[in-house]
Structure formats: structure tokens, C-alpha cells
């Protein structure tokens, strides 16, 4: 009989191992990307573009690299973080002191806020980060962007959906 049971929990333990692999295998690759893109901002000459990120996922997102129109890198990419309900889009954004612009990789995305947490962090006063958005400027039009981040220990590359946005023309 203990022959029996030794091979029903070899059995067991591989199974168990087979489904924790198939959970995170689907939380890891078959999830959607935790970046979702909120809104976008583009000015008169499309040479400047800002684009609000929202961090769906359950751990930071850090991001690594940013380049437009099939690869290049832009002129400038920097990182809006607001510590307001106000979002990083729009204009006189640099007049505002509850936003502020540091480079792309000096602060990770953290998740979103529920709209309630949002308000107790504005109604303690904490300089808590409430809302992100990438600031890009470029030599020519963007119709394009890609962003590289990495979420957990992988890292992923994602094209904006922003066709509709600008003129393609």
C-alpha cells in the first residue's frame, strides 16, 4: 500500500505545480498590459504630446525607455506626476506646483488609486502620486509611440492605440 500513496502524491504535487504554472503563465503573458492610456494632449505642431498613463496592475511599472515613429528616440520624454486630482494633460501644466516633470526612469508607475483613497491622500495632505502622464516632444509630428517598461521581473514593450488621435495623413 505505501507504494500506492507515494506515486498519488507525486501525482498530486505535479498537478498542483501544473496549475500554479497555468495561473502564472496567464497573470504574467495572456493578462492585458497593466498600462492603460487614459488621454492624450497634442499640440498645434504634433511635435508635443502628452498621453496619460494608468497603472492597472498590482505591482509598480517601471518604466525604461520611450521612442516614436517607428524607433527613434524623442527630443525629450519626461514623466508628469501630479499629486492632485488634476491630470498631467493639457496645457500650463509647469505653472502647476502640484505637478511636477522628472525623467522617464526616475519613478516607478505605482498601481491606481480607488477614487476614495484618491481623496483621503488629497485630505491628509501627503504628497501622494494621484495621477501620471508622459510628456513627449520631437523634431517632427508623433504618430507613433512605444513604450518599454518592465512589470515584475519581465520586461514588455507596448505600442500606444493613439491612430485615431492624429492626422496619419
Known sequence: ?????????????????LLLSAILLFLLFLRPTPIKVGGFTSFADENTVIFEVINEGFADVELLDVRVNDGMKPAKAELGISYS????????????????????????????????????????????????????????????????YKYGWITFTREMPMGRFFNNG
Do not use: C, T, W
Open 1 to 17: 500500500m505505501k507504494p500506492k500513496s507515494k506515486h498519488l502524491r507525486r501525482l498530486l504535487y505535479m498537478g498542483l505545480g
Open 85 to 148: 486630482l488634476h491630470l498631467v494633460g493639457g496645457s500650463d501644466l509647469d505653472e502647476d506646483p502640484n505637478i511636477e516633470f522628472v525623467d522617464i526612469r526616475e519613478l516607478p508607475l505605482k498601481p491606481d488609486l480607488m477614487p476614495e483613497k484618491k481623496r483621503a491622500a488629497l485630505d491628509q495632505g501627503s504628497r501622494i502620486p494621484l495621477n501620471y502622464g508622459i510628456r513627449l516632444y520631437h523634431d517632427e509630428p508623433i504618430i507613433q509611440i512605444e513604450v518599454k
